[in-house]
């Protein structure tokens, strides 16, 4: 969006390009999602059954793609307000390829649960991350510079009023 690319868009919260960008809340029955720890089933960690950014030091991360993602950014800026860097081993934007790499890797990751019925998760369990910025509100997303047509917003008007669970 920043690059005027694209006009509108889902996205999450917060908004790091305010300069560019509003983000209106979606206000429906999908007003977030919520950050886990994916962690290998060898995993010591995998016993537990909540995790905090302090616990998770020490550890091996794959991650999806810093550029990309806030909840990967999120995980730069958490752990190095607790005093360490990541050791991030991996870098992907296919969150499959993350967690069917995180036994091999001996990493985890920070994905959110509402991805846990998307792909293939054997062998790994999905541990709650406690902490003031695990959950992420959603919004409409649209450029500051762009129009917004009447059809543009009758359709933001519509998803806003049907069930979003879909999303």
Known sequence: ????????????FPNLFSKYIDIEPLETTTNGYNIHVVVPESNPLSKKS????????????????????TISRLLLDRTRYYGYEPNIVLEHDDLQVLVSSLDNSQSICLLPIEYKDIGKSSGVKWIPL????????IGIALRKDFILSPDMEGFIQFIKKIDASWL
Request: hydrophobic residues 30%; contains cysteine; aromatic residues 16%.
């Open 130 to 137: 406690k902490d003031k910025y695990a959950h992420f509100s």
């Open 1 to 12: 969006m920043k690059n005027q690319e694209i006009d509108i868009c889902l996205t999450s």
């Open 50 to 69: 909540f995790l905090t950014y302090k616990q998770l030091e020490n550890q091996r991360f794959s991650t999806l793609t810093i550029e990309k993602y």
